[in-house]
């Protein structure tokens, strides 16, 4: 896909809100620790203030700057990502309090689509992204939906739709593990392989 990643670049450093297909469901992104674009977002998304976003990265290497690691989450990043899933981990200090509204976890994520991956690689930072939809209602998979929804509220659309109908598996790696949410990855997949040697 060829995108235009200067202006992109222009458009989150402007403190603004973009829209884009992914390998599950369309999302919204910001530049993670941009508090006037979260602020807009939460705006837009009419998103509870409780409720945190999950970032997104662009390599495996990257989720160590943010989060803490440890052999079980080594596990599931090595077979899972880039993909459909998101691991819920113990934040850095480098993750501003608002991000995860005081919880210290962050939920992150490696979308498997080239193109969100150089635009995180190009602003040299990390996304917030949740799904492109109003809070309550349901995730969207088109983009043609999304533009109907937010009209000018996003400042660059990227077009296409979305490689699923479901967003991603979402597993708490935190303290006791569980599956927080059951996407194309299921519940049973996750702890097989954390029971694998």
Known sequence: MNIDLKEINKVLKNHNVIAFPTDTVCGLGIVYDDFIAYEKLNKIKNRAPDKPYTMMVADLEDINKYAYVDLKV????????????????????????????????????????????????????????????????????????????????????????????????????????KVIREGDISAEEIFNTLKED
Do not use: Q
């Open 74 to 177: 080594e596990k599931l990043i090595k077979k899972y990502m880039p993909g459909k899933i998101t691991l819920l981990l113990k934040v850095k200090d480098n993750v501003p309090p608002f991000v995860t509204h005081n919880t210290n976890k962050i939920g992150i994520r490696i979308p498997d689509v080239s193109f969100i991956r150089d635009i995180i690689r190009y602003i040299k930072s990390p996304l917030l992204v949740p799904s492109a939809n109003k809070s309550g209602m349901p995730a969207l998979t088109s983009m043609d939906d999304v533009k109907k929804v937010f009209k000018d509220e996003v400042s660059y659309y990227i077009n296409g739709n979305s490689l699923a109908l479901k967003p991603s598996t979402i597993v708490d790696m935190c303290d006791t593990i």
